[in-house]
């Protein structure tokens, strides 16, 4: 069975992952509850992130954030 990737659009034109018509093309995205998101991760290494199963519960989509951002080279 495969699973169909969702298309996100995203706002921040110099992240690497960025795409025709605002579209991410990362292979995965992750997303964190902004108050954790000082949390010893590297943004420009998402991939690498390994405490990807924690669960947190947001309020609103304000109180998220990605950490797939990697800037453009």
Known sequence: ?????PLVKCSVSNCHYWGEQ???RAEEII???DKHAGS???EEYAEE???RNH????RNSS???CLTF????
């Open 63 to 65: 109180a998220t954030c």
């Open 22 to 24: 605002n579209l991410c």
């Open 31 to 33: 997303i964190e509850i």
């Open 1 to 5: 069975m495969s699973i169909e990737k």
């Open 49 to 51: 992130m390994t405490n």
């Open 70 to 73: 990697r800037p453009q080279e």
């Open 55 to 58: 669960r947190d519960v947001a």
């Open 40 to 42: 010893a991760f590297k």
